[in-house]
């Protein structure tokens, strides 16, 4: 079988989701790598750090000696036989490091020698993070872009999912973006969540077309932040205000933040476990915008919550969990929404229910 050419095609790589194997050490990879990339290094952090200093004091050979010496016999093999499982798992993958330079060509060669011919991304992970920054850069400007904004529990991820060309931000970060908003799985790097953002909207342009629908974010989702350009830019674009009853809202964020996130905590801790997990996220979340509440209003809001908690774990009944979440709606979301809405009253393109929005961008995007 004829070997594939390394590549330096990194917009097909992307829009492909091409199984990548990346050689750097682990603390690079955590810094931040790319969606379909695994972990297979060609040193451990350790030893990267005895060859780093080797090479600032005795210079490139001596550093590349000393990575041969650490790296052999068994550890070697091990690392080998790592890298071929991966192409035998993904044989229409890539290897990289960070340039593209020796460690990759190193790893490239010790897998031919093995008996497997593997291509290498020109110009590594450096290469592939400058092409995703320039790209976005480029497309934004003229890419059309909706923004699905609405009061606190209206159901915007829900609608933002049912649009034709969709940039889910949110699970992107792993986070709903309120002090309520933090999910199971831990959110990414910056260099991660930026990645991601812009393989999707690569992806919105490129594999789907038409205008493009994020929902309305402040600058950090979590403790993720938006990238500039593109904050700019969702700043400046029209909004689709989603309405809803606030029955519909206190059921959507007891579904959202109550039954399914118990469900979650259970799911990863175990019942009891789980439970105390959840009840402690749920009393961190109200604790977090204790100041912006008042100390007075808080403590209320809190042994309403406490009550809820306690009938929920006694009978499974959730009903009492409404009171304290009309509250924080009526008095503590909804005026900053509206205020902030005020403020944007220009952009409005579109107002309606979930339903009437749904058919508003699939009318949109012809």
Request: aromatic share 8%; hydrophobic share 35%.
């Amino acid at each position: 079988m004829m070997s594939r050419p390394d590549t330096q095609d990194y917009l097909d790589l992307f829009l492909n989701d091409t199984p990548l194997m990346d050689v750097r050490a682990p603390v690079e990879f955590n810094k931040g790598s790319f969606p379909t990339a695994i972990n297979a290094p060609l040193m451990n952090d350790d030893e990267r750090h005895r060859v780093g200093i080797r090479y600032k004091e005795a210079g490139q050979q001596s550093a590349i000696e000393l990575g041969h010496q650490l790296v052999q016999g068994d550890i070697k093999q091990q690392r080998i036989e790592s890298w071929i499982r991966f192409t035998q798992q993904h044989p229409d993958g890539y290897l990289f490091c960070f340039r593209g330079g020796l460690r990759s060509q190193l790893t490239q060669r010790w897998i031919h020698d093995a008996g497997v011919d593997f291509p290498l991304v020109k110009g590594g992970y450096k290469a592939l993070r400058r092409f995703l920054i320039d790209a976005q850069e480029a497309l934004l400007p003229d890419l059309p872009i909706f923004i699905i904004s609405g009061r606190t529990g209206t159901g915007k991820t829900r609608v933002l999912l049912d649009t034709p060309n969709p940039v889910d931000l949110e699970g992107m970060a792993h986070h709903r973006g309120s002090s309520f908003g933090r999910t199971l799985t831990p959110q990414p790097s910056q260099i991660d969540f930026e990645n991601r953002v812009a393989i999707a909207l690569l992806k919105a342009k490129h594999r789907f077309g038409g205008p493009v629908f994020l929902e309305d974010e402040s600058r950090l989702v979590g403790r993720c932040a938006l990238p500039h350009n593109l904050r700019d830019r969702m700043a400046e674009a029209p909004l689709l205000i989603l309405e809803n009853t606030l029955e519909e809202r206190i059921d959507i964020i007891r579904q959202d933040y109550v039954t399914d996130m118990l469900a979650a905590f259970i799911e990863r801790d175990g019942e009891e476990a789980g439970w105390l997990n959840f009840r402690d996220y749920l009393l961190s979340a109200l604790d977090r915008i204790r100041k912006r509440l008042g100390g007075q209003r808080h403590q209320a809001l809190r042994d309403v919550m406490v009550q809820a908690l306690d009938e929920q774990q006694r009978s499974g009944d959730v009903s009492r969990h409404a009171e304290w979440i009309q509250v924080l709606l009526q008095d503590y979301y909804d005026p900053m929404y509206d205020y902030q809405l005020s403020q944007k009253a220009g952009r409005i393109a579109a107002r309606g229910s979930p339903d009437e929005l749904r058919e508003w961008a699939a009318n949109a995007s012809g």
